[in-house]
């Protein structure tokens, strides 16, 4: 089989379809069988018909795959499909999301670069930025990613990369994504957004100026809890010139197994998001009138605190929640502990509901200092809303919040 469609039935542009339709239609590769649900194509190589097809390939000349880690049939079936949906030209998928934000970074970056990224980050992608990227002579700078000026004052004569994920991990702070978009375009330095946390659903950074997204797919797109995997969405620019030999040469390659869980996931994504974003809205609600919750931060309440930004780059409020009970730490563990259909685990964007404390998991490498610079309470609670029954739901929490 090669890259084409064998079938030769073509449906129209995929370009121009629906959303929805994208992720159940979009990037199929029929093979000579004819399946209606995409194959899971488990295979390390390729066999060529001769040496001169072999040759061919080798030179591009010809369409064909050569070997796993370089392409295969499922994995770019997953590839195509998220490059539809995300309106990108180039999409690659890594075996998880850090394999997506490393690939992206260090394919571009090189010893002398200076990065700039928001503080409020996902404590690996931290790791990158802080400690691994200063080793290998990559100067980075940590800001407050909310204030536009900081980023600016940020910038030295050899910055050429502006990372950041909005909403962020577990504050729920925003970042404008036009705005620092619009200040790395004036000194030529990339924007790479982590988009993990609004989902593809709810918010598409390049059409509003980002170059580069990254996605861990182990959250809503697998949306089950099962796989681990990971997404890099660009131009063909940014493909040919950094990422390309970079994610070839070094193995970052998502399995074929993995690809086709996340593929299958992709067809209804747009139910789940919908389903849980509206339950998330019902809680953020309930919480924020509970007497023991201190404070609730949820994107698609008007008290968010940049309520009017989330208004301008998102189309729905999402499935995070970050709650302050009163009481700290204490309190806290005895919310969790007292809740029996929401689970304590540091994942999230699980078809089931999940809660973590940030202070002692996620976040427990910062200094309290750290934390507190980041709006990281000892009270507080980052919910991830599942599948369930709403109604459901809020009497677990009920219950557990009657135990402050
Ligand atoms: C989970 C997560 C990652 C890392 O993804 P993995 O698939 O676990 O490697 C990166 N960024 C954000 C915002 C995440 O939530």
Redesign the pocket.
Known sequence: MTKTNKTGWTPGNPVDWQPETQLVQGGILRSNFGETSEAIFLTQGFVYDSSEQAEARFKNEDPGFQYSRFANPTVSMFEDRMRLFEGAQEARATS????A?TAALLSYLSAGDHIIAARAM?G??RYVVETLCPRFGIKATLVDGRDLDAWRDAIQPNTKCFFF?TPA?PTLDLVDIAGVSKIAKEIGAKVVV?N??ATPMLQRPLQHGADVVVY????HIDGQGRC???VVLCDSEFLTKHLQDFFRQTGPSLSPFNAWVMLKSLETMPLRIKAQSATAATLADYLAGHKNVQRVVYCGRPDHPQAALAKKQMTGGGQMIAFEVVGGKEAAFRVQNALQLIRISNN?GDAKSLVTHPTTTTHFRLTQEQRLELGINDGLIRLSVGLEAAVDLQADLDRALAKV
Do not use: Q
């Not at 861990?216 to 959250?219: D, F, G, H, L």
């Open positions: 998880t999301g850090m394999a934000v996902f690996s992608c994920e991990n982590d993990v946390f861990s797919a182990t959250k681990l995997g990971g999230l």
